[in-house]
T-cell receptor, first 112, second 117 residues
């Protein structure tokens, strides 16, 4: 079952620019998480936002959550070439048995 | 050096053969998970375990089996019944079983790429 859907599928920007990725989901959630994956590697957790939160910051990352629209966005400010990776949102459905459902990801390319 | 260790990094399976992917964690986490990732796709849950000697099927459990005899270990066997096993397999753990606040953040291993000969 697919819950989160990221948009766009791919994004190419220049170093120093901001990158915005969006995630839409279908059901009520306990929390929404963003992960990063470098090619051929495991995922790394970036940030978790709970259903009663609207915005969260961590370094150059800013995440928003709009439960009325069932959507979230991840903003990376002042991007660097090292930010090049795939970014996934994952949702924890309310009332589920407790596992995350991942979207297909946004592939971000930051050119130096 | 704490974390999750998956081995091997690359694995080849012959037709009709069962293969086992290893996942070990020294984070003292209760919950462990196995995901499958196909190219350009998100992660799909195969099995998860919230406590030793207990595990539950995920969305795509057919053709796979697991065991959880020790807290640190959660091996995945890809059986001959799995007709399309070529994929990137990821093991993950989280600090505790899901509570009222939902699933906590996952810590991932570096993955095993399984291919069919």
């Amino acid at each position: 079952s697919q819950q989160g859907e990221e948009d766009p599928q791919a994004l190419s920007i220049q170093e120093g620019e901001n990158a915005t990725m969006n995630c839409s989901y279908k059901t009520s959630i306990n929390n929404l998480q963003w992960y990063r994956q470098n090619s051929g590697r495991g995922l790394v957790h970036l940030i978790l936002i709970r259903s009663n939160e609207r915005e969260k910051h961590s370094g150059r990352l800013r995440v928003t959550l709009d439960t009325s629209k069932k959507s979230s966005s991840l903003l990376i400010t002042a991007s660097r070439a090292a930010d090049t990776a795939s970014y996934f949102c994952a949702t924890d459905e309310a009332g589920s048995q407790g596992n995350l459902i991942f979207g297909k990801g946004t592939k971000l390319s930051v050119k130096p | 050096d704490g974390g999750i260790t998956q081995s091997p990094k690359y694995l080849f399976r012959k037709e009709g053969q069962n293969v086992t992917l290893s996942c070990e964690q020294n984070l003292n986490h209760d919950a462990m998970y196995w995901y499958r990732q196909d190219p350009g796709q998100g992660l799909r849950l195969i099995y998860y375990s919230q406590i030793v000697n207990d595990f539950q099927k995920g969305d795509i459990a057919e053709g796979y089996s697991v065991s959880r005899e020790k807290k640190e270990s959660f091996p995945l066997t890809v059986t001959s019944a799995q007709k399309n096993p070529t994929a990137f397999y990821l093991c993950a753990s989280s600090i505790r079983s899901p509570g009222t606040d939902g699933v906590e953040k996952l810590f991932f291993g570096s993955g095993t790429q399984l291919s069919v000969l």
